[in-house]
């Protein structure tokens, strides 16, 4: 258990199909993050929240849109999604977005698969 | 260009046998995390390495963090299948985001 839950743990969805990934913590931290991890790819981030702030967006195409109505729940919208786009996604959640001793926890996952 | 890179990509070995695996980078870091990750599970933190030179035990795994503060090494003694798993190193260089490793996927057999 590290405090960080998501939900579903699986997703198959069409791709005309509208869904939502969900993730809370309880740890008190200022930053939460949602990160996808294709098969046999390095994790990639997809966007980063501090404080309620969208800080990044590494170039993530429109049909993934986060939410985040509070420090301990973010959310990632999810339309029109293609094939490629099947894979883990992991939130994420550290104390603070950045800087020195940056450690994060993560939840499970949400095994995502596009048909 | 990843900002940490990790070697061995793979590795796969029998149990009892001891193992290192390195996380280098070209960028100073404040401080290097390891994780291990299991088939479809989140990242677990192992631990958070800050002072150059400085050597953690966690039981059978001791890490490493350079002199420099630009690499870390993990090394296991007597490996167990149970160390099965995807190691990634983290760490957020000076004035940068948090970023992660390409990770060295283990594979211990019994």
């Known amino acids: 258990e590290t405090g960080v839950t998501q939900t579903p743990r699986h997703l198959v969805m069409g791709m005309t199909n509208k869904k939502s990934l969900k993730c809370e913590q309880h740890?008190?931290?200022?930053?939460m993050y949602w990160y996808k991890q294709s098969a046999k790819k390095p994790l990639e981030l997809m966007f980063v929240?501090?404080?309620?702030?969208?800080?990044e967006n590494n170039s993530v195409p429109s049909r993934f849109s986060p939410e985040c109505p509070n420090s301990s729940h973010l959310f990632l919208h999810l339309h029109t999604l293609q094939p490629e786009d099947s894979a883990l996604y992991l939130c994420?959640?550290?104390?603070?977005?950045?800087?020195?001793?940056?450690?994060?926890?993560f939840g499970q996952g949400t095994r995502l698969t596009v048909v | 260009t990843q900002l940490l890179e990790q070697s061995p990509q793979f590795l796969s070995i029998q149990e009892g046998e001891n193992l290192t695996v390195y996380c280098n980078s070209s960028?100073?870091?404040?401080?290097l995390q390891w994780y291990r990750q299991e088939p479809g599970e989140g990242p677990v933190l192992l631990v958070t390495?800050?002072?150059?030179?400085e050597v953690k035990k966690l039981k059978r795994l001791t890490f490493q963090f350079g002199d420099a503060r630009k690499d870390s090494s993990l090394h296991i003694t007597a490996a167990q299948p149970g160390d099965t798993g995807l190691y990634l190193c983290?760490?957020?260089?000076?004035?940068?985001?948090?970023?992660f490793g390409p990770g060295t996927r283990l594979s211990v057999l019994p």
């Open positions: 994420a959640s550290s104390l603070y977005p950045g800087g020195e001793n940056t450690e994060a926890f």
């Open positions: 740890l008190g931290h200022n930053a």
């Open positions: 929240y501090s404080l309620e702030e969208r800080v």
């Open positions: 960028s100073v870091f404040s401080s």
């Open positions: 390495v800050v002072t150059g030179g």
């Open positions: 983290a760490g957020a260089p000076h004035g940068q985001n948090f970023v």
